[in-house]
């Protein structure tokens, strides 16, 4: 039996089929959510793309807060996407058995223990202990949050929206940047910093406190003039980046107790890897006073695959917890 599977962001929906029984992608294909009216569009020109006209089995891992599954008329609307539609519309059109929507990062979450070890980068910590509790968090289009909770056989996600809890500014700067970013947005969310956009909105803040300009546009930009360019103002923000997520992601690490270990996805982190592995990431992760060796001896690694996502899609058709 057919099942689509896909992880959809603010900018691209990644599809796949998965075969019943096997958490394995293959066909996988990117379309740009921008090129498509909404959701129905996009899953036609994929199974047009692969051949295939019928699907019985649907898991989609969506970039914002998800519907209950008790509800069959629940619309989903997505937060950095136009995309918005109806389950039991969806359900009815392409004359599903079942249709399952997950928040993305709670799919980043259940495709972890499916990442091969080869696709793991140790970033810091001890062996921590596999029955706790894991974390998994990660900037990109947006922060997601999420985490597992091991049972006997298996593991319940977390469904998150802890990319939306409050920047909590440490010293003069941040307090200045927090003041910056506030006058712009009204509350600040950690995520108006920790995501793509975020990295723009810290190199804004960070030159406006500096009195110096703020000519690049675009976060990849940034990225790119701190690692091969040498830009002293993108180094400095792309550190101060790395920092305050070092910061959040063990204060989240505390929340959730996972010492079971911290994993990093998203699409932004691979891109400055060896940036990234000598930031003050894990001297901010660490830097919990009194609980600094429960930090120390937590794994945090960074996930390489690119498809964790799907991977975790195709969990959640056949975990009864999701």
């Known amino acids: 039996m057919v099942e689509l ?12 089929l998965a075969q019943e029984g096997d958490v394995r992608p293959h066909a996988i294909e ?15 020109a994929y199974m047009e793309k692969v051949g295939i006209d019928r699907i019985k089995d649907v898991c989609l891992a969506v970039a ?3 519907p209950s599954a008790d509800d069959p008329d629940a619309q989903v609307r997505m937060t950095n996407n136009h995309w918005r539609f109806g389950l039991r519309a969806i359900r009815e059109q392409f004359g599903l058995r079942s249709f399952k929507v997950i928040n993305d990062f709670t799919a980043m979450a ?18 921590g202990d596999p029955r706790r509790a894991r974390l998994v968090i990660g900037p990109g289009t947006g922060l997601g949050v999420s985490g597992l909770v091991p049972l006997r056989d ?46 723009l909105n810290l190199y804004q803040a960070h030159a406006e406190i500096q009195g110096v300009a703020a000519p690049l546009d675009a976060p990849e930009k940034i990225s790119n003039a701190a ?10 923000v792309l550190r101060h980046f790395c920092e305050i997520l070092g910061r959040t992601a063990g204060n989240a690490a505390l929340t959730v107790g996972s010492l079971g270990g911290v994993y990093l996805c998203g699409g932004i982190l691979p891109r400055f890897l060896d940036f990234f592995l000598e930031s003050p990431f894990q001297a901010a992760f660490e830097d919990k006073g009194r609980m600094r060796p429960l930090m120390e001896a937590t794994p945090v690694q960074i996930v390489m695959e690119p498809y964790t996502g799907l991977l975790g899609a195709a969990e959640a058709l056949r975990n009864p917890e999701v």
């Not at 690692?227 to 400095?236: K, T």
């Open 30 to 44: 990117i379309l740009r959510c921008g090129d498509y009216d909404n959701l129905d569009d996009a899953i036609r």
């Open 154 to 199: 298996g593991w319940i996600p977390l469904m998150t929206e802890g990319g939306h809890v409050d920047f909590a500014p440490t010293d003069e700067t941040e307090i200045a940047i927090l003041q910056i970013l506030k006058a712009r947005f009204g509350r600040v969310s950690v995520e108006r910093i920790l995501c793509g956009q975020g990295l």
């Open 64 to 66: 914002g807060p998800v």
């Open 5 to 16: 599977v896909g992880d959809i962001g603010g900018t691209n929906a990644r599809f796949a």
């Open 110 to 127: 259940l495709g972890v223990p499916h990442v091969a070890s080869e696709q793991l980068v140790h970033v810091c910590g001890g062996p």
């Open 227 to 236: 690692v091969n360019d040498g830009d002293p103002l993108a180094r400095h």
